[in-house]
């Protein structure tokens, strides 16, 4: 996939050509083999990452019920919106749950393109406020879900 169609395919279709280019220009492509940790629950959160190849397995420690996988991610979709919003710790781990390859943007770098370029800032915003509500909403009715099923003895 080419990243004129992950730009289509993407929560970047909402924004003008002209901070499609500017984030485009300030991403870094990184390669992750299937099973690789992307990121750790708890850690520093550095990056935007934005899928251009493969799926992303989002994953949460639930107490008493261990480790599970809250959301995949895949080409066009975005994960790790916590390195834009303080405290910048990740709220969840990210793996890769085949051969991926991501755009890795510095989440203090696009802050400090926001406040020089306000028009920029609000357009990137606006936008990631709509995924992340649409993100707690979905993350909601998955843990729902799971807290409903009896605990297996197996994942204690």
């Not at 993350?139 to 807290?147: G, W």
């Amino acid at each position: 996939m080419d990243e004129h169609t992950i730009w289509d395919a993407s929560f970047f279709e909402h924004f003008s050509p002209r901070v499609q280019q500017q984030v485009l220009s300030l991403a870094e492509s990184r390669a992750f083999a299937a099973g690789e940790t992307i990121f750790r629950e708890g850690d520093p959160s550095l990056y935007l990452y934005l899928v251009k190849r493969g799926r992303i397995a989002i994953d949460m420690n639930l107490p008493a019920r261990g480790v599970r996988t809250v959301l995949t991610v895949g080409p066009g979709e975005l994960f790790s919106w916590s390195a834009l919003v303080e405290p910048r710790v990740e709220t969840a781990s990210a793996r890769a749950l085949e051969q991926a390859e991501v755009f890795a943007i510095k989440g203090g770098t696009l802050t400090d393109v926001c406040l020089k370029d306000p028009e920029f800032g609000l357009e990137l915003y606006r936008t990631l406020c709509e995924v992340i509500s649409a993100r707690l909403v979905a993350t909601r009715l998955h843990l729902l879900d799971e807290l409903t099923w009896p605990v297996d003895a197996s994942s204690k």
